[in-house]
Each structure stands twice: as C-alpha cells, then as structure tokens.
T-cell receptor, first 116, second 114 residues
C-alpha cells in the first residue's frame, strides 16, 4: 500500500492477557519505529528497527513489551500480561534511513489498545 | 537529553487570521525539527521539517515554520487560517548525538473559529 498500515485498529483485552499489534511499513523503508501515545500526550518512543534488528529498544517500559521484525518488513509489537496502564494508542512509523535522524517518519493510523 | 516544549495547550484563532503555534526545543548539537498534525482518530501527518539551510521552511497546506537558533524555537505559522486547520499539532526534535527516534512535544490543540 501507499502508507503505513496497522492492525487491528482497536483492541480490547482483559488485564493479564497477551496481545499482538501489527505494523506494515511503507514498501522499501528499512527503518521502523514504535511509539505509544497516551491520552493528552505526545507520542513516546518505544523501539526502533533497522532492517531485522532492533537498533534501539531503550523506550520499552519493561520486559512485558517485546517487538520483532523477522523479515525486515512487517513488525509485531507483543505485550505480555497486559495491565490497565498499557491502555494507549500504539503508533508505528517508517522511514528511509539513508540520511539518519533527519529522515521524515511516516506514521500509521495507530492501534487503540484498551485493557479492562 | 533532548526535549520539546509547546507552551500553549490550546490556541484559538478566527478564520482568515494568521496563526502561530509555538515550539521550543533543547538538544545538543544540530537539531532536526519536525511538525506533524493529528486529526481525530487518525495518525500523525507530516507537515514540514528543518534540517539545515534557510531558516524559513515551507510545508504542506500553506504552513511554514521559522527556525531560530538563538531562541531555540521552531514556531509553526500560517498567514490565513481555515476552519479545516483545526486539529492537534505536534512538534518533534531529533539530533545527531542521540538515537534515531523523535522526541515529541505534548501537542497544541488549534481551534479555528468561523
């Protein structure tokens, strides 16, 4: 597709359950980012992939959060033992990385996660 | 560490009037500055960025922003506001001395009144 896509658009789960959120980046973009946006706040960085490897996972809040990108395209953000505080919009972005941090990141529509 | 401030939670402007949404930043080394807009239930849309060169940057939908190094600011402007410009605006910064991720400000809600 032309842009970044994310599925599902909404996810409701119960406390303690496991969830997976999927991101499909713009074709040809080698860099992929996950951010989390809580209500009334700006997005906060979680993890950045360059190709298949996680180049920077310093934003992951704890070991319940994990992300993979096995073939260098689609990425999955995995959250174990969900807590109510995990409720937020999870945003995915991709960019062409030739130029580094000055590259524009293009965002998907987000997955709205609600943990009951 | 890098940081971004957007001092106004809300900006109200009448349609047809000029608008300014303020952003100040803190980063060591050269900053890369971005503006994004977010409409309800939609992702962030890129408006413009400053990397180097001319301090006045022009972007999508008639928006522009001026980089001011001495004031560490990157205010977003538009000469004539439209009702359809009403949305949430985010300023973001990245830099060579940090990781590749953006640091976002808290956002400013712009309301353009008819």
């Amino acid at each position: 597709g032309a842009g970044v896509s994310q599925t599902p658009s909404n996810k409701v789960t119960e406390k303690g359950k496991y969830v997976e959120l999927r991101c499909d980046p713009i074709s040809g973009h080698t860099a992929l980012y996950w951010y989390r946006q809580s209500l009334g706040q700006g997005p906060e960085f979680l993890i950045y992939f360059q190709g298949t490897g996680a180049a920077d996972d310093s934003g992951l809040p704890n070991d319940r959060f994990f992300a993979v990108r096995p073939e260098g395209s689609v990425s999955t953000l995995k959250i174990q033992r969900t807590e109510r505080g995990d409720s937020a919009v999870y945003l995915c972005a991709s960019s062409s990385t030739v130029g580094g941090p000055q590259e524009t990141q293009y965002f998907g529509p987000g997955t709205r996660l609600l943990v009951l | 560490a890098q940081s971004v401030a957007q001092p106004e939670d809300q900006v109200n402007v009448a349609e047809g009037n000029p608008l300014t949404v303020k952003c100040t930043y803190s980063v060591s080394g050269n900053p890369y500055l971005f503006w994004y807009v977010q409409y309800p239930n939609r992702g962030l849309q890129f408006l413009l960025k400053y990397i180097t060169g001319d301090n006045l940057v022009k972007g999508s939908y008639g928006f522009e922003a001026e980089f001011n190094k001495s004031q560490t600011s990157f205010h977003l402007k538009k000469p004539s506001a439209l009702v359809s410009d009403s949305a949430l605006y985010f300023c973001a910064v990245s830099g060579d001395n940090y990781g590749q991720n953006f640091v976002f400000g808290p956002g400013t809600r712009l309301s353009v009144l008819p």
